[in-house]
């Protein structure tokens, strides 16, 4: 089979993970923002390449679905914010407008705060503590925490909003900003895996 075959379905499979999560919340004020920007078409390479690392372990997809679930969540939510006037003012994503055109810059904003929060629901949520215990859901939500809070995804994003401006950016930190707002999610993927 293909990558992009493999990947293909490994989306799809995501995507009705993610539309199960957010199930709870049809008819909610917020659903219509938060599916929006979390169902939006994607690669879904993170959880995809968590998804691999998880089941060269095991075969059990259902216990890693939380997980799946809350590293598309903080993407979703970064790329919300990426894209808002005060940072990147952004009308497009993928070939699509972005959420704050379409529902505003206030909903978008609470949007993307809606599923942050949401990540870390599903991360501690009850299934994640039967299948995993209590203490490596601990880690797992401190690891995420770690790697989307200042040390790496918000820090990544804080230095290349610094340093926009500039007509020069040394090389250093050009790999700060990638290593912390790109890379760090991809890290979380392979160690929640």
Known sequence: MDIRDHLNEEAHYIDGVLADCL???????MHAAMSYALLSPGKRVRPALCLAVYEACTRDRERIKPVLAAIEMVHAYSIIQDDLPSIDNSDL?????????????DMALLASDALLT?????????????AFGAERCIDAVRMM???AGAEGLV???AMD??????????LGTIEYIHKN???ALIQASVLLG
């Open 118 to 130: 949401m990540a870390f629901e599903e991360l501690s949520s009850a299934q994640m503590v039967d």
């Open 155 to 157: 820090g990544g994003q």
């Open 181 to 183: 707002k790109t890379a």
């Open 93 to 105: 994503r993928r070939g699509k407008p972005t959420t704050h055109k379409v529902h505003g810059e």
């Open 23 to 29: 199930a709870p919340l049809q008819g909610s004020v």
């Open 161 to 170: 909003i610094i340093t926009s401006s500039d007509e020069h950016v040394e």
């Open 145 to 147: 925490a770690t790697l």
